[in-house]
């Protein structure tokens, strides 16, 4: 299957990929180098400067996003990467870091923190509708979440273990079910990281340090592996006029003393077309 090279972007740690339909437009972060970027087919790639580092993001019906950022939540301007706080500006540790986040089935931002250094499990998924941020610690490095197409399920990644997570998921309450090991990654195939999940069910995942992404069937089992140019794809998103194109996300920090010679295309934005459709990421629908 061949993948696409789409812009060079040169990130220390691209994250989070949202394709905004409204837009025509795939908007994604890097998250260590404060940057907020933007690609269309039309125009290529857009960035600007954000003060704090952006973990995830979301959609707004009024066209900007909430982001979780810095130790917090904060409105985000996507035109120009500036950052408004909502109030709640210490959710977390100053040990901890803002990562992955969307918003579920329902429209209630889902977002998770992590120990900077990926080694305490001290970070936790929160839920946030609008009056509260729910915070729930499962006790490990969490990466992720996505959610099944009916929003019934969330899936999460413990880097650290190569495990992928799910567990049943209550969309009005903000609470995960017990914990079920989803799928593990083989040694040599690096990390779980980013995820997302087709029209189909399946899982696609980002493999830091792998080389590669993989979709897994919804039983759990590995359906697809796509090899790629870079060693650290973070994470994965379906986006384009069909929502058949999925978008892969990289990093190139910490690869200039990897064994393995890093590579020019290291923390750039690749493409794919799978043979599967995506999901439109809800937008926000709680209160503000």
Not at 47 to 61: H, I
Not at 97 to 102: S, T, V
Not at 157 to 167: E, K, N, Y
Not at 247 to 263: E, H
Request: glycine share 12%.
């Amino acid at each position: 299957m061949k993948v696409m090279h789409v812009a060079h972007c040169n990130c220390l740690l691209g994250e989070g990929p949202v394709w905004m339909e409204e837009r025509g437009e795939l908007l994604f972060v890097d998250i260590i180098g404060r940057k907020l970027m933007a690609w269309s087919p039309n125009s290529g790639l857009r960035t600007t400067d954000t003060k704090l580092m952006v973990g995830s993001f979301a959609r707004l019906k009024d066209g900007r996003l909430l982001a979780a950022a810095g130790r917090g939540l904060y409105f985000l301007d996507p035109d120009t990467g500036t950052l408004t706080s909502l109030g709640r500006d210490e959710l977390i540790g100053p040990d901890n870091l803002m990562n992955d986040g969307k918003c579920d089935r329902s429209g209630a931002f889902v977002f998770g923190s992590k120990d900077v250094n990926e080694k305490e499990a001290s970070g936790c998924l929160m839920h946030f509708r609008g009056a509260e941020v729910r915070q729930w610690n499962p006790g490990i490095v969490l990466n992720g979440p996505a959610f099944s197409p009916d929003g019934t399920r969330i899936y999460f990644a413990d880097s650290p273990t190569r495990r992928i997570f799910t567990a049943t998921w209550d969309a009005e309450t903000g609470t995960a079910g017990t914990l079920e090991i989803f799928a593990t990654l083989s040694d040599g195939a690096g990390y779980p990281d980013g995820m997302s999940v087709d029209s189909a069910g399946g899982l696609w995942n980002a493999h830091w340090d792998g080389w590669r992404i993989s979709r897994y069937h919804p039983s759990g089992c590995l359906d697809m592996e796509i090899e790629m140019p870079v060693a650290r794809p973070t994470s994965v998103a379906f986006g384009g006029p069909d929502m058949k194109t999925l978008f892969v996300t990289s990093a190139k920090i910490g690869r200039a003393n990897d064994p393995v010679p890093d590579t020019e295309l290291d923390g750039d934005l690749f493409s794919i077309e799978p043979g599967f459709r995506g999901l439109p990421e809800p937008a926000f629908a709680g209160t503000l």
